[in-house]
């Protein structure tokens, strides 16, 4: 167990709220230690802390108590669920199809309509890790695949994800061009087009 992990258990243990010097004793570590996890634990709404009246001199100390929830720290599997959806829509007649209507459904969304279309677009691929260049006169290539893995598995659902996010943002700007998308050229990058006259990845 981490020491996160450690004060968040002894806070749950406790049954009534405590203060750091009562957690600290209770798990032998220094209260420094304790202070930094609660705050975090607080910051997550994993604690609640409360500051008592002031009685004498001195600051009022403050009170913890934990509260119900799934501690959102440590490390996540986010790869293992995106082979289970891909394998799913996979099997499914329209599929892709689906696949591409939830990326531009989520293209849309991370829009910014206050940039140009193009810009906006290239904004989005290089935040999401597909290393863009512009290849005249309509071409964009991505360099990486952030779904590397699933992509080489299921290129016809997760290709089609990703046309869709940049069909999302284009008609977030209320561009009527459309997008097409050539997986792998040469092996080592991806080609899209835009105002391609296919709509469907190859």
Same mark, same amino acid.
């Given at each position: 167990?981490?020491?996160?992990?450690?004060?968040?258990?002894?806070?749950?243990?406790?049954? +009534?709220?405590?203060?750091?010097?009562?957690?600290?004793?209770?798990?032998?570590?220094?209260?420094?230690?304790?202070?930094?996890? #609660?705050?975090?634990?607080?910051?997550?709404?994993?604690?609640?802390?409360?500051?008592?009246?002031?009685?004498?001199?001195?600051?009022?100390?403050?009170?913890?108590?934990?509260?119900?929830?799934? @501690?959102?720290?440590?490390?996540?599997?986010?790869?293992?669920?995106?082979?289970?959806?891909?394998?799913?829509?996979?099997?499914?007649?329209?599929?892709?199809?689906? /696949? /591409?209507?939830?990326?531009?459904?989520?293209?849309?969304?991370? /829009?910014?309509?206050? $940039?140009?279309?193009?810009? $906006? #677009?290239?904004?989005?691929? /290089? +935040?999401?890790?597909?290393?863009?260049?512009?290849?005249?006169? +309509?071409?964009?290539?991505?360099?990486?695949?952030?779904?590397?893995?699933?992509?080489?598995?299921?290129?016809?659902?997760?290709?089609?994800?990703?046309?869709?996010?940049?069909?999302?943002?284009?008609?977030?700007?209320?561009?009527?061009?459309?997008?097409?998308? @050539?997986?792998?050229?040469?092996?080592?990058?991806?080609?899209?087009?835009?105002?391609?006259?296919?709509?469907?990845?190859?």
């Amino acid at each position: 167990m981490t020491a996160r992990a450690d004060v968040l258990g002894a806070l749950r243990d406790a049954g +009534s709220s405590v203060t750091v010097a009562d957690l600290a004793g209770t798990l032998g570590v220094p209260a420094t230690t304790v202070r930094f996890h #609660l705050r975090a634990l607080t910051d997550d709404g994993l604690a609640d802390a409360q500051t008592e009246s002031a009685v004498g001199p001195g600051r009022p100390r403050i009170r913890y108590r934990a509260r119900p929830g799934m @501690d959102p720290s440590g490390s996540r599997e986010y790869g293992t669920l995106a082979r289970a959806l891909v394998t799913a829509l996979a099997v499914i007649p329209d599929g892709p199809r689906r /696949a /591409a209507d939830a990326g531009r459904a989520l293209g849309a969304d991370r /829009a910014h309509r206050t $940039d140009d279309a193009t810009s $906006d #677009l290239l904004h989005m691929l /290089a +935040s999401m890790g597909f290393d863009p260049v512009v290849a005249p006169p +309509s071409q964009i290539r991505l360099r990486r695949c952030p779904f590397l893995e699933t992509a080489r598995e299921s290129p016809e659902i997760t290709c089609s994800v990703h046309r869709g996010l940049m069909q999302g943002v284009l008609d977030a700007h209320g561009s009527d061009t459309r997008v097409g998308l @050539d997986p792998f050229v040469d092996g080592d990058h991806c080609v899209a087009h835009i105002d391609a006259a296919r709509t469907t990845t190859r």
